[in-house]
């Protein structure tokens, strides 16, 4: 496996988490309060002028080189002159010229009705002003979220407060490989195999990190990867998006809940993700999560379920039903 190399993203600048908003009058809030950034999210629809003030970093993309949304003059002008936007040779802007850098969402303008038919479903406009050189840019702001391109670094910020220093236990699958679980996991710092990757080891977030790719990816989520370390010093990656997945590792807190409530035993099995005649629905919902599907069947003294779930993991593949009556499960299909 290719040793895999992560670009940090080291904010050595104070960032304002929340700017003042400028007044816009075709946006301007209807009960005249400033609105704060919600920096839980990345991507906000249809209140966009709560983005005004903010940094955000674009990802590095060595694959977007086609037209990108990004424009040296306001979009709505080169609609009517050119009836698209970014297509004059003097204003277009190739992706690699701001890849990589930071930027302070200036403004927000709003498309008309008759702007986003003659080019896209964009609704507004941000207007950017580059941190280093005070280059201004508009951005075609998308109304899809795996559309764009770039972190706030607000919302950055916030996750590292959220996560770092937050322990998780391993259930003894690989996380970066969803495809292939139980492939060996590697340590990033010297691409040497992680022998001690075991069923209830005990990791710590110590880092959110950004992977500038060269490819298209399906969301800007994919190139962000919290950092975790062990107790030997063994530091592995995991996609940010997976951290809340359970199929892989579990928050150290409901790892401790359910060793608890089940005791040493029934906990290993959980974490293992194994099934068993006699299981309670508590213990399936932690060995292998929600279902897809339940269908229910309630007489006068008996209640019986049918708990489907459409597995995707690699060597469970297929679709598989557990039989559970008045709370335990007694058949598998």
């Known amino acids: ?46 209140n966009v002028i709560d983005l005004i003030g903010q940094e955000i970093y674009i990802i590095g993309d060595e694959a977007k080189n086609e037209f990108n949304g990004f424009s040296k003059k306001n979009p709505i002008d080169d609609i009517k002159k050119y009836s698209s936007i970014g297509r004059n040779n003097n204003d277009y802007i190739k992706y690699e010229d701001i890849a990589e850098k930071y930027f302070t969402i200036l403004d927000v303008l709003k498309y008309t009705k008759s702007d986003r038919s003659s080019f896209s479903n964009a609704k507004f406009i941000l207007k950017l002003e580059q941190k280093d050189s005070k280059q201004v840019y508009y951005y075609s702001y998308p109304t899809r979220e795996f559309e764009v391109p770039f972190i706030v670094v607000g919302y950055f910020l916030k996750m590292k407060k959220l996560y770092i220093n937050q322990n998780y236990i391993s259930r003894g699958l690989n996380w970066n490989s969803y495809d292939n679980p139980y492939e060996p996991i590697y340590n990033i710092v010297n691409g040497k195999q992680i022998i001690n990757f075991t069923i209830g080891e005990e990791w710590k977030v110590i880092e959110l990190s950004i992977q500038n790719k060269t490819k298209i990816y399906s969301s800007i989520y994919d190139n962000l990867f919290f950092i975790l370390e062990n107790k030997f010093n063994e530091k592995v990656s995991i996609p940010f998006l ?23 035993i029934i906990w290993n099995k959980i974490l293992s993700r194994k099934i068993w005649i006699g299981m309670t629905e508590d213990m399936l919902l932690f060995s292998i999560g929600k279902p897809d599907k339940i269908n229910k069947t309630i007489t ?6 049918q708990w489907y779930y459409q597995e995707k993991l690699s060597n469970k593949t297929g679709d598989h039903y557990y039989y559970f009556e008045n709370g335990i499960l007694k058949a598998i299909q």
């Open 1 to 46: 496996m290719k040793k895999i190399i992560f670009v940090f993203l080291i904010l050595v600048n104070k960032f304002s988490l929340y700017a003042q908003i400028n007044k816009i009058e075709t946006l301007r809030p209807t009960n005249k309060t400033i609105i704060k950034f919600d920096s839980l999210v990345n991507f906000v629809d249809n």
């Open 300 to 305: 006068e003294t008996n209640k019986s379920e």
């Open 242 to 264: 997976v951290i809340n997945y359970e199929w892989a590792i579990l928050e150290k807190s409901k790892s401790d809940y359910i060793k608890n409530k089940f005791g040493d």
